[in-house]
């Protein structure tokens, strides 16, 4: 099967993340992993320095997955590592009767998600997900599955 890139239409960061890996230390990963509030809406050296929602990000991207994987209007949706909610606000908007559902490790991103995906979204672990088996047409992962330790990430990938 070919490999084919479904992110093409999402903005690129024009920093230099090598730059960024060599200044950080021990200490600034720790919390990082945390994945609290530094991680979201803390300093940029402990990660994104302020999540907020903006359409430019999600919107042509969800579209891409729509377009690609065929969804129906009433698709059901899983995003893994859901943060705030973002993307499946977008994929909401964009398919009204879709049924979106959303799980991350992040008490806080959790706590401070877009109000109204708030009955969607739980803390949760890819790991252990809390959904019974074939329950949806499309589950992502964004920036989630390859920062699990490999036995754990083989793990996430079987559920």
Same mark, same amino acid.
């Given at each position: ?91 909401? *908007? =964009?398919?009204? +009767?879709?049924?979106?559902?959303? @799980? ?5 991103? !959790?706590? &401070?998600?877009?109000? /109204? ?10 790991? *252990? =997900?809390?959904? +019974?088996?074939?329950?949806?047409? @499309? ?5 989630? !599955?390859? &920062?699990?330790?490999? /036995? ?8």
């Amino acid at each position: 099967m070919a490999e084919i890139n479904l992110m093409d239409q999402y903005p690129q960061s024009k920093r230099v993340v090598e730059a960024r890996s060599e200044a950080v230390s021990d200490e600034v990963r720790r919390i990082s992993r945390q994945y609290g509030k530094d991680y979201f809406d803390g300093d940029r050296l402990y990660g994104y320095g302020g999540y907020n929602y903006h359409p430019r990000f999600w919107q042509p991207t969800v579209r891409r997955f729509r377009d690609h994987y065929q969804l129906q209007p009433d698709a059901h949706i899983l995003d893994i590592g859901c943060a705030k909610g973002f993307m499946l606000h977008d994929f909401q *908007e =964009l398919m009204p +009767a879709a049924t979106v559902a959303g @799980l991350d490790i992040s008490e806080y991103a !959790i706590t &401070n998600c877009m109000e /109204d995906m708030r009955p969607y979204l739980q803390v949760g672990n890819a790991k *252990e =997900l809390p959904y +019974a088996s074939k329950s949806f047409d @499309l589950v992502t992962a964004i920036n989630t !599955i390859h &920062n699990l330790p490999l /036995d754990e990430c083989k793990q996430a990938l079987r559920e």
